[in-house]
Nanobody
């Protein structure tokens, strides 16, 4: 699975950005997709994810401001970020979880990562 992220940039506080992440390659078996972020000196944290069935999950810090969505036909996940704050400044990484089966029929979940995209929010 290859993931290509786009949409980062520089925006003033209160502004909006939309991130996109398109999956290609061996996409059968992809379940959850979503976004993590990592700010300088901090651990990578989950921002939002969405299941293949459309169930969503958000970090408390972005609830009400960010919206994750998914276009299964395009194998693409989006993150609409509104009311951005300087604390949202980070490198954002998209991911996709893919379930596949070993030769013995055992299910294995594998996480695939896109390249990071920088989001900078100025005060």
């Amino acid at each position: 699975v290859q993931l290509q992220a786009s949409g980062g940039g520089l925006v003033q506080a209160g502004g909006s950005l939309r991130l996109s992440c398109a999956a290609s390659g061996s996409i059968s078996g992809i379940s959850d997709m979503g976004w993590y972020r990592q700010a300088p000196g901090k651990q990578r944290e989950l921002v939002a994810d969405i299941s293949s069935g459309g169930s969503v999950n958000y970090a408390d810090s972005v609830k009400g401001r960010f919206t994750i969505s998914r276009d299964s036909a395009k194998n693409t996940v989006y993150l609409q970020m509104n009311s951005l704050e300087p604390e949202d400044t980070a490198v954002y990484y998209c991911f996709a979880n893919r379930l596949y089966y070993t030769d013995y029929g055992n299910p294995v979940a594998q996480k695939h990562w896109g390249q990071g995209t920088q989001v900078t929010v100025s005060s």
